[in-house]
């Protein structure tokens, strides 16, 4: 194979393009393919990158309203020009896929654009969108194809009034009453930029609780600070159907265990009840590369699939559907392709909620703990103690820490407050080393920070915080 690839990657994701560079880094020949006009995956174009723009200028928004007057600022009542946010939100993505487009230049990578398939270990097909084809040979093929959203039978989503995420970030107008099916992340991140911008939101949840997966005591906490923001939420229900024909949706909700249901109104119905694996179009059928019983393309532990040669990371394998894990199984990848250790601490990935306030988490929640039967002392302190938090009137919710009873190891963190999507770090580079709370609480933090709080939930696990 005296011309081929020394590896391709099947999509540009937070997952495909990391890996591609850091292959190439690597001193591998390397080619990606990319069926989408620009690069970056669902990340970049229509995920991460402008929901976080959306968030920031709706926050923004939300507090010239709001906040400014109580620190003595007079703006008068802020007008909302929702082409001008978008605008915002589009320029954001430009500047984010350009700047993959450009990495991959500064690399010598190769791009093709088209859907790539592989018949077999060794070899990829590019379908171009007007159906020519290029055939490349490669030593190693990374499969890294994202995910998509799951839909609900019988609800057909159009993107324009039964809408995914997607839809979501395109509204043209603030609609009257938006329905959320589904209290996870798309949900209370969507539900809160349509909030701030002057929806009413209702949140529908098949659960008895929001942000399934995260802490509990951070998920009842987090749900009655949404609540004072205006979010309704209708836990334990699920939504049956949907009726278009009237010029406001009709949606038909049922207590999950079954009952009576309930028809609610609605302008905007956004499902957001999870994303599944895509591997649509690869044809890994011909290739014969196994998924798993959710549709996930199955892998040894170590992103190799059972056909030699083929490998896959993010969202189309198993673990959280995270850019960040995306990106770190990218490098991992590609470091084993060139003969070293690549490896992923799958116990230290935080998880972010871009909402106001933040909510952060790292390594294991106390309802893990508990079933696990693991010993633990858990330390708690509120953002109401915290001089910086009063100072700029962030004063809502909590650090704690999570440690076990026996070595003061931290099993885990999780904040919710300003900034914890930031201060989360400090605990995830703690935990890579295996230090203690005694560690943290010990390791000198300025003053005044949001993440004294963090400190202060160190020295509670040991019930010696000095500000409470
Ligand atoms: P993807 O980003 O999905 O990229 C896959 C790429 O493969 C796409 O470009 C696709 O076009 C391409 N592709 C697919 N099939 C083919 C083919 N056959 N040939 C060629 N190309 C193909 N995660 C976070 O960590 N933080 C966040 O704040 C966050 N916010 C999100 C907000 C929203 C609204 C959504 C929907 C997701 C968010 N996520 C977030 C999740 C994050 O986007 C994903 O975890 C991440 O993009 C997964 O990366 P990936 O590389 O595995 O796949
Ligand atoms: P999710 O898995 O976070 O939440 C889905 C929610 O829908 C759950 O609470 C679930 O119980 C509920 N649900 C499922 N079926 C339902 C039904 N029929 N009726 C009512 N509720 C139902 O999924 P979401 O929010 O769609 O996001 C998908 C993924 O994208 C996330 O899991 C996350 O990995 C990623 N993401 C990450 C973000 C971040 O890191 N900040 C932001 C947005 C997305």
Same mark, same amino acid.
């Given at each position: 194979?005296?011309?081929?690839?020394?590896?391709?990657?099947?999509?540009?994701?937070?997952?495909?393009?990391?890996?591609?560079?850091?292959?190439?880094?690597?001193?591998?020949?390397?080619?990606?393919?990319?069926?989408?006009?620009?690069?970056?995956?669902?990340?970049?174009?229509? *995920?991460?990158?402008?929901?976080?723009?959306?968030?920031?200028?709706?926050?923004?928004?939300? +507090?010239? *309203?709001?906040?400014?007057?109580?620190?003595?600022?007079?703006?008068?009542?802020?007008?909302?020009?929702? %082409?001008?946010?978008?605008?915002?939100?589009?320029?954001?993505?430009?500047?984010?896929?350009?700047?993959?487009?450009?990495?991959?230049?500064?690399?010598?990578?190769?791009?093709?654009?088209?859907?790539?398939?592989?018949?077999?270990?060794?070899? !990829?097909?590019?379908?171009?969108?007007?159906?020519?084809? &290029?055939?490349?040979?490669?030593?190693?093929?990374?499969?890294? &194809?994202?995910?998509?959203?799951?839909?609900?039978?019988?609800? $057909?989503?159009?993107?324009?009034?039964?809408?995914?995420?997607?839809?979501?970030?395109?509204? $043209? #107008?603030?609609?009257?009453?938006?329905?959320?099916?589904?209290?996870?992340?798309?949900?209370? $991140?969507?539900? #809160?930029?349509?909030?701030?911008?002057?929806?009413?939101?209702?949140?529908?949840?098949?659960?008895?609780?929001?942000?399934?997966?995260?802490?509990?005591?951070?998920?009842?906490?987090?749900?009655?600070?949404?609540?004072?923001?205006?979010?309704?939420?209708?836990?334990?229900?699920?939504?049956?159907?949907?009726? &278009?024909?009237?010029?406001?949706?009709?949606?038909? !909700?049922?207590?999950?265990?079954?009952?009576?249901? $309930?028809?609610? +109104?609605?302008?905007?119905?956004?499902?957001?009840?999870?994303?599944?694996?895509?591997?649509?179009?690869?044809?890994? =059928?011909?290739?014969?590369?196994?998924?798993?019983?959710?549709? /996930?393309?199955?892998?040894?532990?170590?992103?190799?699939?059972?056909? =030699?040669?083929?490998?896959?990371? *993010?969202?189309?394998?198993?673990?959280?559907?995270?850019?960040?894990?995306?990106?770190?199984?990218?490098?991992?990848?590609?470091?084993?392709?060139?003969?070293?250790?690549?490896?992923?601490?799958?116990?230290?990935?935080?998880?972010?909620?871009?909402?106001?306030?933040?909510? %952060?988490? !790292?390594?294991?929640?106390?309802?893990?703990?508990?079933?696990?039967?693991?010993?633990?002392?858990?330390?708690?302190?509120?953002?109401?103690?915290?001089?910086?938090? /009063?100072?700029?009137?962030?004063?809502?919710?909590?650090?704690?820490?999570?440690?076990?009873?026996?070595?003061?190891?931290?099993?885990?963190?999780?904040? !919710?407050?300003?900034?914890?999507?930031?201060?989360?770090?400090?605990?995830?580079?703690?935990?890579?080393?295996?230090?203690?709370? +005694?560690?943290?609480?010990?390791?000198?933090?300025?003053?005044?920070?949001?993440?004294?709080?963090?400190?202060?939930?160190?020295?509670?696990?040991?019930?010696?915080?000095?500000?409470?």
């Amino acid at each position: 194979m005296a011309d081929a690839y020394d590896l391709i990657v099947i999509g540009t994701g937070p997952g495909g393009y990391v890996c591609a560079i850091r292959a190439a880094q690597l001193g591998m020949r390397v080619a990606v393919v990319e069926k989408w006009e620009t690069f970056g995956g669902t990340c970049l174009n229509i *995920g991460c990158i402008p929901s976080k723009a959306m968030l920031h200028a709706s926050d923004l928004f939300d +507090e010239a *309203g709001h906040a400014f007057s109580s620190m003595g600022i007079k703006v008068g009542e802020p007008e909302l020009d929702l %082409a001008g946010m978008m605008g915002h939100k589009d320029e954001t993505v430009e500047a984010n896929v350009k700047g993959v487009a450009f990495l991959f230049k500064k690399n010598k990578i190769d791009t093709y654009h088209g859907t790539g398939s592989v018949p077999a270990a060794g070899s !990829v097909v590019v379908t171009a969108a007007d159906g020519t084809t &290029t055939d490349l040979k490669t030593r190693n093929i990374v499969i890294a &194809t994202g995910s998509d959203s799951a839909t609900l039978p019988g609800i $057909e989503v159009d993107e324009k009034r039964i809408v995914t995420s997607t839809g979501a970030l395109e509204l $043209e #107008s603030v609609p009257e009453k938006l329905l959320v099916i589904g209290a996870g992340v798309i949900g209370l $991140e969507l539900g #809160s930029v349509w909030n701030r911008l002057g929806s009413d939101v209702l949140v529908v949840e098949f659960l008895d609780r929001i942000l399934p997966g995260m802490d509990a005591d951070v998920g009842k906490n987090f749900q009655r600070m949404l609540k004072k923001q205006g979010l309704e939420f209708k836990l334990s229900s699920k939504v049956t159907g949907i009726d &278009t024909s009237k010029k406001r949706l009709s949606v038909s !909700v049922e207590p999950a265990a079954g009952g009576e249901a $309930e028809t609610i +109104e609605a302008d905007i119905v956004l499902v957001s009840i999870g994303r599944k694996p895509f591997t649509e179009g690869l044809g890994l =059928d011909q290739a014969g590369v196994e998924l798993d019983e959710r549709g /996930r393309i199955r892998t040894d532990g170590h992103f190799k699939t059972n056909v =030699d040669g083929i490998y896959a990371i *993010g969202d189309v394998i198993d673990g959280p559907m995270l850019a960040h894990k995306a990106e770190d199984e990218g490098v991992a990848i590609a470091e084993i392709l060139a003969g070293q250790a690549g490896h992923v601490n799958y116990g230290v990935i935080p998880n972010v909620v871009y909402t106001m306030p933040e909510v %952060a988490s !790292v390594g294991q929640t106390e309802e893990e703990l508990k079933a696990a039967g693991v010993d633990y002392r858990a330390g708690k302190f509120p953002f109401s103690a915290n001089g910086r938090a /009063r100072a700029m009137r962030q004063t809502d919710g909590f650090v704690k820490v999570l440690a076990d009873a026996a070595t003061d190891r931290v099993l885990g963190v999780h904040i !919710v407050g300003f900034g914890a999507g930031d201060m989360i770090h400090e605990a995830a580079v703690l935990m890579e080393f295996g230090g203690s709370a +005694e560690d943290l609480g010990r390791t000198c933090h300025a003053h005044p920070t949001m993440s004294e709080a963090v400190k202060e939930a160190a020295l509670a696990v040991d019930k010696r915080p000095i500000h409470i």
